[in-house]
């Protein structure tokens, strides 16, 4: 264990021993899915949470050789135990006489893993009600098929029990508890398990599911949500700022944030809703779009491909709400969509309607070493970014040049399954099913088609749901970052596609 690890997790024992040897809680039951969770817990709950993802952000620096920065985030994780033991004190002082004496809590850290609260939304909260069938994205969840189902379940069994998903460690889990039996592999980096977190809950939301209602699903995206709201930071940042990646992560766990939001209106996460978006704003570049960092000055169409995405679901949240009379509940960057509108001019060969990375008609990108087991020519990943987005902005895709040159060359490159040619980019099949999706008519009949024979005809189906059973292997070019979890997660999305948007265009 290091030093980082081993100083962050005795301030974790001690948190956890002062609560629960006090030997008072507040007596104010809590009105969420788990009932009974008192101020107390819920408060030393979600603080244990922050408290975690600040000393695994400390022990992943302190990996990478940035002792300074390791030290300052164990610095934070004392002062969240400083915070809470003053609000610890501060509970029990308003604590009513003969209140009930706490269960004792678990050692926190992954090899104790800490319980998120149960029904994570704690109390009830003004303009928390079920806003009903005039709520964004109400078409979803009225065509489940046996692949999205399957897919949900798997991601379902592997959460792991602080409430989020691993990349690497998520096969030690089975349905909360520590795997017994066959485990699978396909293990992805720590570094992106904010960004696969969000992923997995976009696809619970995609088809349909919140953390509300008597489902299968609610607790596993309850507690998802809780664990992303607890690892958001004072400026809206969710996830530590570990490595250079970490605007991907937030980016991705915003959209999941904001399409909570606007599928239930539940006004507890909309605060971390706008929180998310206020970030997205920060970061932006002046003029154009994202990359890494805030105002980092360069940009790439992918991390600018993500952060329009959330912005895309608040736009449409507002929209709806001002349908229904309604002022708009989000505050939006709309100056972003002409940023991003200008970064994708630029990356677009006018010619051939292929888009690029970080320089014109350039291709996707690769690490340095796939980049010859999964040649670019043979993924058009960028340019599937450009078509949805361009039909996003108000392009039509019937009379837009460019993105009928785009659809043409995605058109020549369908998602097919062939583990030998590099042709295998689940990223690619995604903006590609969702872009195709927008365009209708025939594009979208034959790469419905080609789907068929690649992605729903590869989900495994052998062993059980804590094996391999409803998950995808992640033999794409960003596998090994994302692992299964973002597989499952990125296919179980692409299932969805028919109803996780309506087209812009009303196209057939």
């Known amino acids: ?122 109390e009830p909260l003004e303009g928390d009600e079920d806003p009903g069938v005039g709520r964004a994205f109400k078409g979803r969840g009225g065509k489940r098929g046996d692949n999205v189902l399957h897919g949900l379940s798997w991601l379902a069994a592997h959460q792991s029990p602080d409430g989020g998903w691993e990349s690497e460690g998520f096969g030690r889990w089975c349905d909360g508890k520590a795997a017994t039996a066959e485990r699978p592999d396909g293990p992805g980096k720590p570094v992106y398990d904010v960004g696969v977190t969000g992923l997995a809950l976009c696809a619970f939301l995609g088809a349909g599911y919140t953390h509300r209602g008597d489902h299968e699903f609610a607790k596993a995206v309850d507690r998802g949500l809780v664990y992303l709201r607890n690892v958001q930071d004072a400026e809206g940042c969710i996830g530590p700022r570990v490595t250079q990646h970490y605007f991907y992560n937030h ?159 995605m058109s020549k490159l369908p998602p097919t399954w062939n583990a030998q040619d590099g042709s295998i980019d689940m990223y690619y099949w995604y903006y590609g099913t969702l872009g195709m999706f927008q365009v209708g008519g025939m594009a979208w009949k034959n790469w419905e088609a080609s789907m068929s024979t690649s992605i729903l005809a590869n989900q495994r189906a052998d062993g059980t749901y804590c094996s391999f059973k409803g998950s995808w292997d992640p033999v794409d070019p960003w596998g090994p970052e994302g692992g299964r979890v973002y597989a499952t997660a990125l296919m179980t999305l692409c299932c969805e596609v028919s109803f996780r948007y309506d087209r812009v265009f009303g196209t057939k």
């Open 1 to 122: 264990m290091t030093w980082t690890r081993s100083v962050g997790v005795a301030l974790l024992v001690g948190l956890c021993g002062l609560w629960s040897g006090a030997g008072l809680r507040a007596d104010e039951p809590q009105g969420g899915a788990g009932g009974g969770e008192s101020a107390l817990e819920l408060g030393l709950g979600a603080l244990r949470l922050r408290m975690q993802a600040k000393l695994k952000e400390a022990d992943l620096l302190e990996k990478s050789g940035r002792l300074d920065e390791a030290l300052g985030a164990t610095r934070e994780v004392d002062r969240l135990y400083r915070e809470g033991l003053a609000e610890l004190q501060r509970l029990l002082a308003a604590a009513p006489a003969g209140a009930q004496r706490p269960e004792p809590a678990p050692a926190a850290g992954r090899e104790a893993p800490v319980q998120p609260p149960a029904g994570g939304e704690a």
């Open 251 to 409: 980016a991705i766990a915003a959209l999941a944030m904001v399409e909570v939001y606007g599928m239930t209106e539940a006004a507890l996460y909309k605060a971390s809703a706008q929180k998310a978006l206020d970030f997205i704003a920060l970061a932006r570049n002046p003029y154009f779009g994202w990359r890494y960092g805030v105002k980092p000055g360069d940009n790439d169409t992918s991390s600018t491909a993500w952060a329009i995405m959330a912005l895309k679901s608040a736009k449409l949240i507002n929209e709806d709400a001002r349908k229904r009379g309604q002022p708009a509940p989000l505050t939006i960057d709309e100056q972003a969509f002409a940023g991003a509108k200008a970064w994708l001019d630029k990356m677009t060969d006018p010619d051939y309607g292929r888009v690029g990375y970080v320089s014109r008609g350039s291709g996707p990108a690769r690490t340095q070493e796939l980049v010859d087991r999964f040649p670019p020519e043979r993924s058009e990943s960028m340019t599937a970014v450009g078509v949805l987005l361009r039909i996003f902005f108000g392009e039509d895709p019937k009379t837009s040049d460019v993105i009928q040159k785009g659809v043409a060359l």
